[in-house]
């Protein structure tokens, strides 16, 4: 059985080795947990989001950096972006990435991601995966501004089963350096997503890869949602390699795309705006990358739909 928590832990301690090149900071709280700040009081840097992505992929996922290019009525231009190759998507990104856990404790609130979600597995998706982990050491990946404290490294603790000193807690918020490319390399993971959303059995997905712009760093985190949405839905760009039935496929693969959705089309600050900012508002089948691509090792067939969105891009990423 693969543990992902053990993999991610190896990269923690990695992080922390080598946190002043990486512009982080770590230390351990009274009860022997240990945080690693990756941006609420350091600036962070590019390799410390590839770790910290990498970790919240349970460390079956390799992220690299490269460069996308676009044409729109503006003319050429070009963003940076992450590429990620996944293997055991279900696990990788399902399990472990996905932000489905949210920890909430007095004031404190975060959306946690990582591999201590498949040590907890309390969410009704683990009923889908056949997967939980069970190893001697939780690592759980936060998103948000403030960082946490012992109440909130006993309850996460608790629930992933350990001693808080046998945990490890990532902190980075939206509107940061790692932010962005921890959102941007969640794109094959996006689409995994959506998968479970339309009904397919993601355990039929055997390797992953996408690409995705990094959202440029914005000025607040509200302002910075909006941008890392905006650069998975617009363009982002996925390909599963799966074992299914091409029928499934071909009547599959147009949903998959966020241009399946009702609210696609406009930036994602404004859609959250016009909801009043309540997430749950917005129609679910939005969140998914801009193309996407299903090679089915069945037949060999290939089938994709979608398409990337320059002008709206270049309205989220190169505003001033």
């Known amino acids: 059985m693969i543990s992902i928590n053990q993999r991610a832990a190896a990269i923690a301690e990695k992080m922390i080795a080598d946190s002043e090149a990486l512009g982080i900071s770590s230390g351990k709280l009274s009860n022997g947990a240990v945080v690693i700040d990756a941006g609420v009081h350091v600036p962070g840097s590019l390799q410390a989001g590839k770790l910290f ?127 962005s490319v921890q959102i941007a390399a969640r794109v094959v993971e996006t689409g995994m ?10 355990r039929k997905v055997m390797a992953g890869y996408g690409t995705c712009p990094l959202p440029t760093v914005a000025v607040d985190d509200l302002r910075a949602i909006g941008r890392t949405n905006d650069a998975v839905l617009y363009g982002g760009q996925s390909h599963y390699t799966v074992k299914a039935e091409d029928d499934e496929l071909a009547e599959l693969i147009e949903k998959v795309p966020s241009s399946w959705s009702k609210d696609y089309g406009q930036p994602f600050y404004d859609l959250f705006q016009r909801y009043g900012g309540d997430f749950y508002k917005i129609d679910p089948l939005l969140f998914s990358p801009a193309q996407a691509s299903i090679n089915n090792l069945t037949s060999g067939r290939t089938f994709a739909a979608g398409q990337a969105n320059p002008a709206l891009l270049r309205t989220s990423m190169l505003a001033s």
């Open 53 to 179: 992505a990498e970790a919240c992929l349970g460390g079956l996922g390799e992220v690299t950096f490269t460069r996308l290019d676009y044409e729109d009525v503006g003319g050429c231009f070009w963003l940076p972006a992450v590429s990620v190759s996944v293997s055991h998507p279900h696990i990788a990104c399902m399990a472990s990435q996905y932000a489905g856990w949210a920890v909430k404790r007095d004031k404190f609130f975060a959306m946690g991601s990582g591999p201590a979600r498949a040590a907890y597995a309390g969410e009704e998706l683990f009923k889908k995966l056949d997967y939980q982990d069970r190893a001697d050491v939780a690592v759980l990946l936060l998103e948000g501004r403030k960082l946490p404290n012992e109440q909130v490294a006993d309850y996460v603790a608790e629930k992933s089963g350990l001693a808080p000193d046998r945990l490890i807690l990532l902190m980075a918020p939206t509107a940061s350096i790692v932010g």
């Open 193 to 202: 997503h959506k998968l479970v959303e339309l009904g397919f059995d993601v």
